[in-house]
């Protein structure tokens, strides 16, 4: 079983439409939780930390289950620049983050 | 904010011969950088621990003497891919924290 597993997507919205990715983490010693957004050929970039009490930026919604061991991720108002794939990442603690696969999400006007 | 800057960003080599890739944190010291790889449409694995003035932490199924790695000062991790083949072929990543994660812009190798 992988360490973090995501929906590989693709996910395709229209502009305007509100679209969730899910992600769950089999470490239930896992201490942390980031989104990364990653665009084609590029590094990973920081999008938001993940806490249990849910935290917003924005367009961008995210919450932390502990008990499920489960992440999500709601964007809202979808734009075309939020195009990208989107990265599950939590830190077992061992100072390297674990990755999940991604979910691809492609906007369209 | 931090910065992490990765160089090259895209080499092409032949087989058989070794490419070197740098990683220096630009305005912060970083005892620790990781060193990832990506295969496309594949998530990012970690591939060593890079640690500064010892010996570097290799993931399993990652051969240290294939992929050195050097980490000689506070600013600088270097990957070496020694006798490059073709299957090495893939982005390659570096990372360092300080208040958060954050990663160099990338190596896309590619071995013909």
């Known amino acids: 079983r992988k360490e973090v597993e995501q929906d590989p997507g693709p996910f395709n919205v229209p502009e305007g439409a509100t679209v969730a990715f899910n992600c769950t983490y089999s470490n239930s010693a896992s201490q942390s939780f980031f989104w990364y957004r990653q665009d084609c050929r590029k590094e990973p970039k920081l999008l938001m930390s993940?806490?249990?009490s849910g935290n917003e930026d924005g367009r961008f919604t995210a919450q932390l289950n502990r008990a499920s061991q489960y992440i999500s991720l709601l964007i809202r108002d979808s734009k075309l620049s939020d195009s990208a794939t989107y990265l599950c990442?939590?830190?077992?603690?061992?100072?390297?983050?674990?990755f999940g696969s991604g979910t691809r999400l492609q906007v369209q006007p | 904010g931090a910065v992490v800057s990765q160089h090259p960003s895209w080499v092409i080599c032949k087989s058989g011969t070794s490419v070197k890739i740098e990683c220096r944190s630009l305005?912060?010291?970083?005892?620790?950088m990781f060193w990832y790889r990506q295969f496309p449409k594949q998530s990012l694995m970690l591939m060593a621990t890079?640690?500064?003035?010892?010996?570097?932490?290799?993931e399993q199924g990652v051969e240290k003497d294939k992929f050195l790695i050097n980490h000689a000062s506070l600013t600088l991790s270097t990957l070496t891919v020694t006798s490059a083949h073709p299957e090495d072929s893939s982005f390659y990543i570096c990372s360092a924290s300080r208040d958060h994660f954050t990663f160099g812009s990338g190596t896309r190798l590619t071995v013909v």
């Open positions: 305005d912060f010291q970083a005892t620790t």
């Open positions: 993940v806490y249990s």
């Open positions: 990442v939590v830190n077992t603690g061992r100072r390297a983050l674990t």
């Open positions: 890079s640690n500064e003035g010892s010996k570097a932490t290799y």
